[in-house]
Structure formats: C-alpha cells, structure tokens
Nanobody, 117 residues
Framework: QVQLVEFGGGLVQPGGSLRLSCAASGISFSFYTMGWYRQAPGKQRELVATITSGGWSKYADSGKGRFSISRDNAKNTVYLQMNSLKPEDTAVYYC???????????WGQGTQVTVSS
C-alpha cells in the first residue's frame, strides 16, 4: 500500500514561515524524484519544487529565494521550508513521487496552507 501523507499546513501571517513534511511509505523512496505542488481555488495545480534522489532541486519562480525543498532518504520524508510567505501562497499543497520509467505518479492527500492577517 503506497501512501504519501503531508503534514505541517495551517494558518500563518504574511511574512511568516511554515515547514511542510511528506512521509512516504510503500515505495522505494530513494529511487523517486519528490516534489511539491500547490493548487489555489479556481486555479490549476502548479509545480512548487522538485528534488531528485541525488539532491538536485528545481523551483518555480514563485518560490525562488523563499522556499527550500529537501529530503531525508533515511526517513522517507521530503520537506518544503517556506519563508516570507505571501497571501498568494495560499493553496492546498500536494506531495508527489515520480520514478523514471514508471507510468504514473503518486500523490498525497494535500495540506491546506493559508497566509492571511
């Protein structure tokens, strides 16, 4: 049974910080590129950041300089550190696992992040 479970969402004021976690089970975690995506009401799901098994990371322009993705293969967990949060960061954040050669991705259930004063 494959599971990706996100933790750490919540309400934060503009300028604040939040760290999201995604714990994976049922997969060979170290073989997967992990990612964070988000979806705001009325908008399409968009990439936030990805990180390969070797630690190569990519960021959408929206999060560059503010967000940082990391992973702990020993804990089967990927993190998203979000600093200097803005109201436009408000969205449901989803964890993603993608393996080269595999025809499908795994997705978490999502965690709500609300940035508001």
């Amino acid at each position: 049974q494959v599971q990706l479970v996100e933790f750490g969402g919540g309400l934060v004021q503009p300028g604040g910080s939040l760290r999201l976690s995604c714990a994976a089970s049922g997969i060979s975690f170290s073989f997967y590129t992990m990612g964070w995506y988000r979806q705001a009401p009325g908008k399409q799901r968009e990439l936030v950041a990805t990180i390969t098994s070797g630690g190569w990371s990519k960021y959408a322009d929206s999060g560059k300089g503010r967000f940082s993705i990391s992973r702990d293969n020993a804990k089967n967990t990927v993190y998203l550190q979000m600093n200097s949060l803005k109201p436009e960061d408000t969205a449901v954040y989803y964890c993603n696992a993608d393996r080269t050669g595999q025809e499908f991705d795994y997705w978490g259930q999502g965690t709500q992040v609300t940035v508001s004063s």
